[in-house]
């Protein structure tokens, strides 16, 4: 007899013939069955009834944010048991385990179609499934929030999404909506500045940084409690996409962070991230300038530096996007012993609005059965029946308490496991109202600001100008320009003149403000911990040592070096970048000694937006390529945005007929390396060339060349 084994239940893709889905093998799906060739079509058909209506049922309602989303399978393994003294949680404390992971990455305002590149934060949602239950890390790549309270998020979801007249802008919070709701909340100011960095042009999701956001508690065996915020920190450091280069990728490669997750995986490049957390002692909550609950602040890592605990390796994809991504269902109350929650209201609020929505997109409370969202930790309970229910459970008992099951399943107590809440004091009188440490709302933007390089004031300032310039409301920009003025006069002058708005004076008072209470707090607050600024903020000061997974196009045609080539591609994969052979046609370019290689892509299928930096070898070829306009356009953009170039041998003169500026000339008319542009006149200067090439791409921009006259690209 036939074991009737999951396995045999479920197609793996593999199966000769076609079945309905109660496994009929079905004789013909190309013709409904009807009355006649031409009658009308039977009601007994239950193929056809069944094809149509699966069809029909075949999307659940994308989220309302994060619709559009990218996920990857892994593990997670902390490097010591240091973390003892804090938590309980096993997959913290316990370096022999590897805790299987799902992370979903994820834009906040697009819908599930829009680009991947758009200006926005990206969601960073971890799915640990520990041997305790599963938790969920949901967070986003950004450590603040819009509010402080749960209670405006729909306010604040409907002013950033499409306007409701006529559902536009796609993606974009440059729009009077959204920016007449911020001009009213200045508790947003802190995000906004985050929001208009450069951290909201990821050029890889293996290249950002992932928050927590809010402070939870960790619990430890005696059942003491120490605040924690929880980081992601990228082995590969954190880069960016210039705005210019965004733009452009949304119609050249509207997949492109998507499309680089899967294609790091599949090629054997794991994505990794280091967790690391920020502890704060309970007694010392409120040694700060800033209250350790408010979901709009940072602790400065100055003042409390982050500790790395372990590593989560990202190394498989889903083998299916909707059945794993799109039902991949997370929710910050899925904790475990170990983990707890803090009063942060903005965290109470996603407690009930993430359970919620779950249970709105499943048309069930059975979601935790599908696979990707199932916990590797057994499941009992007393819970039955309802739509989708997956688990077939024996036995006739499902209540507790209960005799004639044995007791059984019954409740584990603290020593046995059991999640025991941890036991906070709570009193006060009911009110709608916030702590007087919520009320400061300009000083961390401002700490923010502070923090950047001077490259990242200048992109910033451009993003207001993109962003409020976009605002039809003249009304609008003046209210933003004057809630600007409490973090920085000078950059409120600049966006002021940027966007057709009278510069200010000073610091203007803006509505919604408790000034009285901000000066009453400095006063109180004064021998707090606090800093003015925070290096940590800066993505100038990420890591730049390495060129690993760095995509470098190579612009050849017949005629190239042969030498040359090779030996530059065998380096670059050496030191773990991926070069691409990019030519007028697909096919087999010769060289000039009559070897042959593919190319890989063509200035029709792709662009210099999608590439990390570009490599030009010597030969014959650049006579053609000198006369090829998309060549020429290819590097004109390529050191328009920053990127290193290198050219050798006769591919120097490529470069000098592009129009790049600023570019150094020696006494004979040669290129001198400068601004990440690299150059070798002779095959024999090819080791230091490669050095030096290295080093110009591993520093991701050359921000320098913005200084000069743009080129046109």
Known sequence: MESNAEEKKTGNGNEEFLTTNQGVRVDHTDDSLKAGTSGPVAMEDFHFREKLMHFDHERIPERVVHARGSGAYGHFRVFDNSMVRYTKAKFLTDPSLSTDVFVRFSTVVGFRGSADTVRDVRGFATKFYTVDGNFDLVGNNMPVFFIQDAIKFPDLVHAIKPEPAHEMPQASAAHDNFWDFISMMPESMHMIMWVLSDRALPRSYAMMEGFGVHTFRLINDEGKATFVKFHWKPILGMHSLVWDEVQKIAGFDPDFNRRDLWERIEEGNPVEFDLGVQLVDEDQEHAFTFDLLDATKI?????????????????????????????????????????????????????????????????????????????????????????????????????????????????????????????????????????????????????????????????????????????????????????????????????????????????????????????????????????????????????????????????????????????????????????VIISKIHGMRKSSDNNEIKTDKTYITTASVVYDALYIPGGSHIEKLIQHGNAIHFINETFRHCKAIGATSEGVNLLRSSQIKGINLDESGNITNSEGVVTISETSGLEKFKEEFKTAIAMHRHWVREEKENVPA
Not at 448 to 466: C, G, Q, T
Not at 519 to 536: G, I
Not at 564 to 569: F, T
């Open 299 to 579: 602790i400065p890592e100055e003042l409390v530096p982050v500790k790395i605990i372990g590593r989560m390796t990202l190394d498989r994809n889903p083998e299916n996007f909707f059945a794993e991504t799109e039902q991949a269902a997370f929710h910050p109350g899925h904790i475990v012993p170990g983990i707890d929650f803090t009063n942060d209201p903005l965290l109470q609020g996603r407690l009930f609005s993430y359970l919620d929505t779950q249970i709105n997109r499943f048309g069930s409370a059975n979601f935790s059965e599908v696979p990707v969202n199932r916990p590797r930790a057994v499941v009992a309970n007393n819970q039955r029946d309802g739509f989708m229910r997956q688990t077939v459970n024996k036995g006739n008992i499902n209540y507790f308490p209960n005799t004639l099951g044995g007791g059984n399943p019954h409740p584990a107590s603290f020593s046995d496991g059991g999640f025991i809440h941890h036991r906070d004091r709570v009193e006060g009188v009911v009110s709608r109202s916030r702590t007087p440490g919520f009320k400061d709302f300009f000083t961390q933007a401002a700490l923010f600001y502070n923090s950047l390089a001077p490259v990242e004031k200048k992109h910033l300032l451009a993003a207001f100008h993109f962003e409020l310039g976009k605002v039809n409301s003249m009304e609008v920009r003046q209210n933003m320009v004057a809630m600007i003025t409490n973090v920085d006069l000078d950059l409120a002058k600049q966006v002021a003149k940027g966007i057709g708005i009278g510069e200010p004076d000073g610091m203007i008072k803006v509505k919604g403000v408790d000034y009285e209470a901000i000066e009453q707090l400095s006063v109180e607050w004064k021998d707090r911990k606090k800093v003015t600024q925070s290096p940590a903020l800066s993505m100038e000061n990420t890591i730049k040592d390495n060129i690993r997974t760095r995509k470098v196009a190579i612009l050849v045609e017949d005629g190239y070096n042969q030498t040359e080539l090779l030996e530059m591609i065998d380096f670059l994969k050496q030191e773990g970048a991926k070069p």
